[in-house]
């Protein structure tokens, strides 16, 4: 495999998480509970938050399987920045440099604290118990209930299974990760 197709299908993972991202967190809008418009937004950016790094920790999971060890090193590197500078960069963009960068740096803490939370888990999914958060699935969806005001709202937990299960799909990483394996 050349170095540029890697590349490529790297980016497109990017992509395709950054996209995803935003649509499960614009899919949640309505279901965040909040006194103002103020609080209502701040909430908002971390349903966002929460999504990014379920979809990096999920990428990461396929990668480990379909790349192996060494290759899933070298694309959490490569994704980190490809994924988190764009989300920052669209809702952030107009803040101060210093403000950003400090913003980039929680980011960054956040998705390493997430994958080590999301590793724990002893499942992808657990079926029959929204209030768990044994499996990956599952834990989003209470992350993203909580963060929504909403912590055991059946309704908003299984949204939060529905648009992660959707979104997923969607985003088509095994192929990606396939794309990138390098040959012997």
């Known amino acids: 495999m050349t170095w540029f197709k890697r590349e490529s299908a790297v980016l497109r993972l990017a992509k395709a998480i950054t996209r995803a991202t935003f649509n499960s967190a614009e899919r949640f809008k309505k279901s965040i509970r ?93 079926k029959y118990d929204l209030l768990t958060d044994k499996g990956v699935f599952n834990r989003l969806a209470k992350n993203v209930a909580e963060v929504c005001g909403e912590p055991v709202n059946p309704a908003v937990l299984m949204l939060g299974h529905k648009v992660a299960t959707d979104e997923w799909k969607a985003m088509g990483v095994y192929k990606l990760a396939a794309g990138m394996k390098k040959r012997p």
């Open 34 to 126: 909040s006194s103002t418009d103020q609080e209502r937004l701040e909430k908002w950016v971390y349903v966002m938050f929460e999504f990014m790094y379920f979809y990096m920790h999920m990428s990461s999971r396929v990668a480990l399987e379909v790349l192996g060890p060494e290759q899933r090193g070298e694309l959490c590197g490569q994704l980190a920045p490809l994924v988190a500078r764009p989300v920052l960069g669209s809702v952030f963009g107009h803040w101060p440099e210093g403000l950003k960068a400090g913003l980039e740096r929680d980011v960054y803490n956040g998705l390493s604290e997430a994958e080590s939370a999301y590793s724990s888990c002893e499942a992808v999914f657990i």
